[in-house]
């Protein structure tokens, strides 16, 4: 029942936007609906769950708790009820089918390829979208199901780049294809430079030419970012206090020249290190204007209210382009502290461990710290909306299994390069 509930949930991501429907105000997509059976197969195992659970999921059930009294606070039971069933699906569900079903190294491996073939097989389609101008998937959709999903931007000069319109491939936004794309890029290049296989070269390259051709600064901002996790995970163990010393160090740089300059540190870096200025500077204003509400609803957000903007910034819209912002302006500082705490203990833990590792899976481990450590950096620049907010969670469970790789003192190495057989948390095998 698993390995169906994960199949369907894969080939759910990839389902164009278009395709939905409407019960009532809520958006009933088809990753919705298979986060919600996840999330019952999780209910009904719940000895599993809680034979795995940490501080990630302590913090992650905190979150949902937050969620629901902020929506309440701000709207009304109904509207709590309603909300809080979806933001659990797209985080409970997505974080417990991944901590459920990739549950070994072999998993992991073969979740990154799917990702990775899927995203080669669109390969072609999205060159053409972005040379022909043609966005052919988003209207066939549309021709099928007779709903419009894009922003109509979208099909307009603000979305072409020099003579290339930015690809959405099946998804609603440039930056969504361009982030996911890059998720997975850490994976590509490891198992090429290891195993130098045609088919991995292939789809390390399906990746690259994705990302050039979304014209994001997203995927930009990943890479940069992953390389230097990748530093970061080559010499912890031997520069621990050297990179605790540069994180405070940084953070304090951070605190003097937000207070130095008029822009603040948020507004400087994203200024920089977006290709767009107009972009960089809307994002600018989004930090700006929302810290008013932040600091008048500190602990329980605004839920879905409209943040107040000056009414000569109409023009704005209602967006905000930062998944951290907007989880804090939504819920509040403990929500954002609750997220942040979860993806830090996930990434620490493993990060310690990694040394350890077996040779056979520690490569993977690596492609997994870079990738999310990647992900939580650009969230302050890029908001994960529709299928991005549940892939994230999802690969926050998506490490679980390596705590059971560790090996016990004494114990050999296993040299395979993958692992068949799931690992439970008593460390012994078992068939699912």
Not at 12 to 23: D, K, L, N, R
Not at 199 to 220: D, E, K, R, V, Y
Not at 290 to 297: G, R, V, Y
Request: net charge neutral; with cysteine.
């Amino acid at each position: 029942m698993l390995r169906i509930i994960a199949l369907l949930f894969f080939v759910s991501i990839f389902i164009p936007v278009e395709f939905y429907t409407m019960a009532g105000s809520v958006r009933i997509e088809a990753y919705r609906i298979v986060l919600g059976l996840a999330l019952l197969y999780a209910f009904f195992n719940l000895n599993k769950v809680l034979a795995q659970i940490d501080l990630a999921d302590i913090l992650l059930f905190g979150l949902i708790g937050l969620a629901f009294v902020s929506f309440w606070h701000n709207h009304s039971l109904q509207k709590a009820i309603e909300s809080t069933g979806l933001y659990a699906l797209e985080t409970l569900g997505a974080f417990y089918l991944a901590r459920m079903f990739i549950n070994t190294p072999e998993r992991f491996y073969k979740f990154n390829k799917v990702f990775i073939f899927v995203i080669l097989s669109l390969l072609l389609v999205t060159v053409y979208e972005s040379f022909a101008k043609h966005r052919i998937l988003h209207e066939l959709a549309e021709s099928l199901t007779g709903n419009k999903s894009l922003d109509f931007r979208l099909y307009t000069h603000y979305y072409i780049r020099g003579d290339i319109m930015r690809a959405t491939s099946v998804f609603a936004h440039p930056i969504l294809f361009g982030t996911l794309s890059a998720m997975f890029f850490p994976f590509a290049v490891i198992a090429f430079l290891r195993l130098r296989t045609t088919l991995n070269g292939l789809g390390l390259f399906s990746l690259i030419l994705s990302m050039l051709m979304t014209l994001s600064s997203a995927p930009l901002l990943a890479l940069i970012f992953q390389g230097f996790t990748g530093l970061l995970v080559r010499f912890w163990d031997n520069a621990r206090r050297l990179w605790v010393a540069l994180f405070f160090g940084s953070i304090a740089g951070a605190m003097i020249l937000n207070a130095a300059s008029n822009r603040g540190f948020f507004g400087i870096l994203i200024s920089y290190l977006t290709f767009n200025p107009n972009t960089g500077y809307f994002r600018m204003l989004q930090w700006e204007y929302s810290m008013d509400d932040i600091l008048n609803n500190p602990i329980l957000g605004i839920a879905h209210n409209d943040w107040t903007r000056p009414y000569w910034k109409d023009w704005m819209g209602d967006s905000i382009d930062s998944f951290w912002l907007l989880l804090t302006l939504q819920h509040g500082i403990f929500a954002l502290l609750f997220v942040l705490m979860a993806c830090f203990y996930a990434v620490f833990n493993t990060l310690n461990n990694v040394s350890r590792q077996p040779e056979s899976v520690r490569w993977m481990v690596t492609a997994w710290l870079l990738a999310f450590m990647s992900l939580i950096l650009i969230g302050f620049t890029v908001d994960y909306f529709g299928k991005l907010q549940p892939l994230f969670f999802f690969m926050l469970g998506a490490i679980g299994w390596a705590r059971y790789t560790l090996p016990e003192p004494g114990q050999a190495e296993n040299t395979e390069i993958i692992t068949a057989t799931p690992v439970d948390n008593n460390n012994t095998k078992h068939q699912e």
